[in-house]
């Protein structure tokens, strides 16, 4: 008689977290699954959708945003590792009363982008470019082995090309936007990120 196996236990389901998630000014608590990438959290759950979802590999820098200042790529993030972290997408960049900053508006003016899928990512970028070299952390055309905070770092169009490498066009769109970040550079106003007071309750969202 053919002995029969047991079958396996059943596996547990997956693994979930309480998270508060600071974007944009604004608290949100959510419960996500462990695995959600932070990406998938601004678009599927908070209805974030400028971030946008390319490679989803970290290849290409669309979903590019800034988190504690900084710019990263949030498809390559786990967003139960970021609460509490201040996270600003592109819907974030404009003032409250919806003017544009600095940057976005020069890239209108520049015509800094063509279909418009990577340039979400592209402003955020751009924006941690501005403050990186505002602050005098080199890049490889810098040359230089660590930050000299005492002296920003002139972003030439080598250092900007060099700096925005790692978000890719597919129009090619690329002079703009170079051109759009220089000029922002020369009227040392990289950004107007605002700064929102949170809300008395935070949003939840089981």
Known sequence: MRQQQAAPPSAAGPVRSRVELRVNGRTHVLDLDNRVTLLDA???????????KGCDHGQCGACTVLVDGRRANSCLLLAVTLDASEIVTVEG????????????QAFLDHDAFQCGYCTPGQLCSAVGVLREAAAGHPSHVTGAAAADTARPVVLSAEEIGERLSGNLCRCGAYNGIADAVAACAAAETPDRTPTR??????????
């Open 93 to 104: 960049l404009a003032a409250p009363d919806g003017v544009l900053s600095p940057l976005q």
């Open 197 to 206: 007071t949170p809300p008395p309750t935070p949003d939840v969202i089981a």
């Open 42 to 52: 601004l678009r599927e759950q908070l209805d974030l959708t400028g971030s946008k």
